[in-house]
């Protein structure tokens, strides 16, 4: 059964609107976070195991925020470890054995980046705007600006005023790996789309994806006492499925936090 299905059932015995309780089970991926009272989250979970869902409760602060991942961009699986040989703000190569690698939770995350430069308009041209730029900057206090016209004598007016027009968010939907550890550095990630493939050799595909499923099947032969997330077996299993799709980036750290969390409490 779905889990959304039992959202009624939760609804009328929290007493909250049943379209709150069934959009907040819909894609849980497994993590129920209803910020419920300890006494709630027991009934909660007394209904879920009559529909034959097990669960388990744990406190908010049972799962502590995770530190920022580790980017790895390059790194080879072998029999004995993961050998990194490059990571941001890591120069040296280092191998991770497979004992310490805990969880592989993977997601398809939309990011959104906002452009910094914002496009100016303005009724002068090209070349007042330039000059407008510089000597307003010069000359903050008099809130004026030289103009050069006609090869005339320098004249003093006010600047044209300039509106911003900020360019539209640019989102982009990116295919990641977080790989938590209990060694010196918890937390790593890897974004499909950047990592390098060249130790697949001949195994190697033209589509970032297949190479990316790929590592992860390595990674899965190598270390088979590694934790794999619902959302990794769903992009195993289905790369198309929407199980393993996260809105934001906060949202996927968020899921990552309280597998982590899981894994020390309950494994």
């Known amino acids: 059964m779905p889990i959304q299905e039992v959202g009624p059932a939760i609804a009328r015995a929290l007493r909250r609107p049943t379209a709150d309780v069934t959009r907040a089970l819909r894609g849980t991926r497994g993590v129920i976070d209803l910020r419920l009272s300890e006494i709630d989250a027991e009934i909660v979970k007394s209904i879920l195991a009559r529909q034959g869902i097990p669960t388990r409760v744990a406190a908010e602060e049972a799962a502590p925020k995770l530190p920022r991942a580790v980017i790895l961009l390059d790194a080879d699986p072998l029999p004995k470890g993961l050998l990194i040989q490059r990571a941001s703000g890591r120069e040296q190569p280092g191998l991770l054995p497979w004992r310490h690698l805990k ?23 090209t070349g007042d705007l330039e000059v407008d730029r510089v000597l307003a900057a010069a000359l903050p206090s008099l809130r004026l600006g030289f103009l050069v016209s006609g090869g005339g004598p320098f004249g003093l007016r006010e600047p044209t005023p300039h509106t911003p027009a900020r360019k539209p968010p640019i989102t982009e939907t990116v295919h990641c790996l977080d790989l938590l550890t209990d060694g010196p550095i918890p937390r790593y990630r890897i974004l499909a789309s950047r990592f390098i493939y060249d130790y697949l050799g001949e195994r190697m595909k033209l589509c970032s994806a297949e190479n990316f499923r790929t590592l992860l ?17 769903s ?6 499925s929407d199980h393993h799709r996260f809105q934001t980036e906060l949202e996927f750290d968020a899921y990552v936090r309280w597998l982590s969390a899981w894994d020390r409490l309950f494994r």
Do not use: Q
């Open 103 to 125: 969880i592989a939770a993977v997601g398809a995350v939309t990011f959104t980046r906002f452009p910094t430069r914002d496009v100016l308009e303005s009724a002068s041209n």
């Open 217 to 233: 099947t390595d990674l899965a032969t190598f270390a088979p006492d590694i934790l794999l997330s619902g959302t990794t077996l």
């Open 235 to 240: 992009f195993l299993s289905k790369p198309k």
